[in-house]
């Protein structure tokens, strides 16, 4: 079924456990996709606060929790201020990230423009989890409606998953 008026032609959906390889896989998924990507990191933060209701605030409220990254959008119209221009254009990255601090990122802009995919990723949260079906009744609203939707789950061998993990517990208690 063609959908008229859609914001972005793919929509991916990505489901992983943390420490499980989500971040390498959608990097190569943004870097090998043609045309323009959006990727908004962990919008159910870890499956805690208000989710599903404040999911999408990473795009649309500031500050936001995680980040976001974009690539094949103009930069000079995703962010505003002169000295983020003047590096871009030096270094001519082709994908580049915004942060919570930066409040020069035009958000709406990014939210509003047509792209060939976005892609968002939930962490600690199953596939079939209840709370997705008013999730997705709410989206098109927050991100307009979606020519294709795909959903990704990312698995991972467990003993890697929980060596990983471990480290991870360990790093954190170290710091």
């Given at each position: 079924?063609?959908?008229?008026?859609?914001?972005?032609?793919?929509?991916?959906?990505?489901?992983?456990?943390?420490?499980?390889?989500n971040h390498a896989i959608i990097s190569w998924l943004i870097?090998?996709?043609?045309?323009?990507?959006?990727?908004v990191n962990n919008i159910n933060h870890h499956n805690q606060?208000?989710?599903?209701?404040?999911?999408?605030?990473?795009?649309?409220?500031?500050?936001?929790?995680?980040?976001?990254?974009?690539?094949?959008?103009p930069y000079w119209r995703c962010k505003n201020k002169l000295t983020g221009l003047i590096k871009y254009l030096i270094t001519r990255p082709s994908t580049f990230t915004f942060v919570s601090?930066?409040?020069?990122?035009?958000l709406n802009y990014i939210r509003?423009?047509?792209?060939?995919?976005l892609i968002y990723s939930f962490e600690d949260i199953p596939p079939n989890d209840s709370r997705l079906n008013l999730f997705d009744r709410e989206l098109p609203q927050y991100i307009g409606n979606s020519q294709n939707k795909i959903k990704l789950l990312?698995?991972?061998?467990?003993?890697?998953?929980?060596?990983?993990l471990l480290k991870s517990k360990?790093?954190?208690?170290?710091r």
């Open positions: 079924m063609k959908i008229k008026n859609y914001r972005q032609n793919k929509e991916i959906r990505v489901f992983g456990i943390r420490r499980s390889g870097e090998n996709y043609p045309g323009s990507v959006v990727f606060g208000n989710f599903p209701a404040s999911s999408f605030d990473v795009y649309i409220n500031r500050p936001f929790v995680d980040r976001i990254i974009v690539k094949g959008l601090s930066d409040n020069s990122v035009n509003q423009a047509k792209k060939d995919a990312i698995l991972r061998d467990s003993f890697n998953l929980l060596a990983s360990k790093n954190e208690e170290k």
